[in-house]
């Protein structure tokens, strides 16, 4: 199925882009396609403990289950001053 991953902050800098279409098997989680992200653009992992996700705008656990068109972003933890 196709899903797209939309990323932020430094998640779209490393990948050089904002969004991403995906392919994923049926019943793929966020967390398949954050380990899919990973595979391809391996300077993510270091947000791996800390990184936040939303399915169609509304916050998601990683073991969600996703569905084909689904839309999931990934927020990397975010600091300020």
């Known amino acids: 199925m196709r ?3 939309r990323l932020f902050a430094r998640l779209r800098d490393i990948a050089g ?3 991403v279409p995906t ?3 049926d019943g ?3 967390r398949a396609v954050w380990d899919t992200l990973t595979g391809e653009f391996p300077e993510m992992r270091v947000y791996q403990d800390s990184i936040s996700a939303a ?3 509304d916050y998601s656990r990683m073991d969600a ?3 084909d068109g ?3 972003a990934f927020l ?3 600091s300020g001053g």
């Open 55 to 57: 399915v169609n705008a």
């Open 3 to 5: 899903i797209n991953v």
């Open 28 to 30: 793929a989680t966020v």
């Open 76 to 78: 990397p933890p975010v």
């Open 70 to 72: 689904d839309e999931v």
């Open 23 to 25: 392919d994923v098997p």
């Open 65 to 67: 289950a996703l569905a």
């Open 17 to 19: 882009a904002g969004e």
